[in-house]
């Protein structure tokens, strides 16, 4: 069955350069969000869209924007970036349901140098 | 507002040894509620989820029963084994406010000792 795929798997960036991050959801999915775990910690939520209009918004930092196209794939724009936002990455997908699962994709790794 | 309080970890068994993961929830309305797993470098994956009251999920040996007398969604197994390591979240999400935010418990790493 399809996944959430993310990309890139990987993403090394010194401080004070953007960064994008992609998500594609699994297909039939309205519902995309995005977390955000640093190392040894719980994922934060940061933010979630529904058909494409932002549905929810957690501790997302204001240099941190997203948004989901009519293809329903993500992006997570990041600028000026700090050693503080390296963590990894996750999107989720879900069919806007009252007992819908979110599914995850295996995560960006980011780093901040 | 909807909340997941989750036992502390980490939580160290022997292998073969019986496994329970307390959770209980704060919630308006009625939830679904999940187990999620993660294990290292990787994404969380769905465990098993219960959508109503008395509602048992299962799946792979791991056990949980949505008990609304007590809020609670406590994660058993009868015989972990070492592949079993990993940290276990319980979660939940309920569409009755009118939203369909997942709330997240801390997790609970578990240790598995051949």
């Known amino acids: 069955a399809a996944g959430v795929i993310q990309s890139p798997r990987h993403l090394i960036k010194e401080k004070r350069e953007t960064a994008t991050l992609k998500c594609y959801p699994i297909p039939r999915h309205d519902t995309v969000y995005w977390y955000q775990q640093g190392p040894g910690q719980d994922p934060q939520f940061l933010i979630s869209?529904?058909?494409?209009?932002?549905?929810d918004k957690g501790s997302i930092p204001d240099r941190f924007s997203a948004q989901q196209f009519s293809d329903y794939h993500s992006e997570l724009n990041m600028s000026s970036l700090e050693l503080g936002d390296s963590a990894l990455y996750f999107c989720?997908?879900?069919?806007?349901?009252?007992?819908?699962?979110?599914?995850f994709g295996n995560g960006t790794r980011l780093t901040v140098t | 507002g909807d909340s997941v309080t989750q036992m502390e970890g980490p939580v160290t068994l022997s292998e073969e040894a019986f496994l329970t993961i307390n959770c209980t929830y704060t919630a308006t309305g009625y939830p679904s509620l999940f187990w999620y797993v993660q294990y290292p470098g990787e994404g969380l994956q769905l465990l098993l989820k219960a959508t109503k009251a008395d509602d048992k999920g299962s799946n792979k040996g791991f056990e949980a029963t949505y008990r609304k007398e007590t809020t609670s969604f406590h994660l058993e197994k009868g015989s972990v084994q070492v592949s079993d390591s990993a940290v276990y979240f319980c979660a939940l999400t309920g569409g009755f406010s009118g939203t369909y935010k997942y709330i997240f418990g801390t997790g609970t790493r578990l240790k598995v000792l051949a």
């Open positions: 869209f529904y058909e494409k209009m932002q549905s």
């Open positions: 989720a997908s879900s069919a806007r349901t009252d007992s819908s699962p979110l599914h």
